[in-house]
T-cell receptor
Framework: GESVGLHLPTLSVQEGDNSIINCAYS??????FIWYKQESGKGPQFIID?????DKRQGQRVTVLLNKTVKHLSLQIAATQPGDSAVYFC???????????FGTGTRLQVFP | NAGVMQNPRHLVRRRGQEARLRCSPM?????VYWYRQLPEEGLKFMVY????????ESGMPKERFSAEFPKEGPSILRIQQVVRGDSAAYFC??????????FGPGTRLTVT
């Protein structure tokens, strides 16, 4: 289930289950969104992106959904594996700028 | 094609000293971004540079912090007279176009 810890919210899932990580973004002027995975001691790693003219985009085992009406982004990971354990951040780029604005992050824990 | 390189990976400085963090972008990338990350938080944008130009420094503290990306050589983030509050992980990202940003492994600065 999902819980809020002292710092990052944590999502615990069993290996093989699907994971859904949610994110609320801040600015309706944002037109480009990215999900990053960050493992302990490493830099963020690009997972998948989506532009504001799309509602859904699929990659290998991952799907990103964008709901512009409520400014909500989600990342779905199919058949979650232990190697998926990490902190996941959504990020947005506002139209006319080039800087990424990161969300709070969610820690995904996968147990056998 | 090597990824984004950052050095040093770990840097310890005493209060009042200077810290210099280096970033070599991916080959062919001319856009460089610096971000700071505190423990259990998302990355915060600091500055965006292209060769010899600062494009957006809206996230840089007004004092003690400076950044450059010379015609030749790596991008440098310089922090003068460091204080304990500067302790953080500093990440550099690069892009070819101002969209998909690839991150380096980061420099972890500890101020004692």
């Amino acid at each position: 289930g999902e819980s809020v810890g002292l710092h990052l919210p944590t999502l615990s899932v069993q290996e093989g289950d699907n994971s859904i990580i949610n994110c609320a973004y801040s600015n309706s002027a944002s037109d480009y969104f990215i999900w990053y995975k960050q493992e302990s001691g490493k830099g963020p790693q690009f997972i998948i992106d989506i532009r504001s003219n799309m509602d859904k985009r699929q990659g290998q085992r991952v799907t990103v959904l964008l709901n512009k009406t409520v400014k909500h982004l989600s990342l779905q990971i199919a058949a979650t594996q232990p190697g998926d354990s990490a902190v996941y951040f959504c990020a947005e780029i506002q139209r006319g700028t080039d800087k990424l604005i990161f969300g709070t992050g969610t820690r995904l824990q996968v147990f056998p | 094609n090597a990824g984004v390189m950052q050095n040093p990976r770990h840097l310890v400085r005493r209060r009042g000293q200077e810290a210099r963090l280096r970033c070599s972008p991916m080959k062919g990338h001319s856009h460089v971004y610096w971000y700071r990350q505190l423990p259990e938080e998302g990355l915060k944008f600091m500055v965006y540079l292209q060769k010899e130009n600062i494009i957006d420094e809206s996230g840089m503290p007004k004092e003690r912090f400076s950044a450059e990306f010379p015609k030749e050589g790596p991008s440098i983030l310089r922090i003068q007279q460091v204080v304990r509050g500067d302790s953080a992980a500093y990440f550099c990202a690069s892009s070819q176009l101002a969209d998909e940003q690839y991150f380096g492994p980061g420099t972890r600065l500890t101020v004692t």
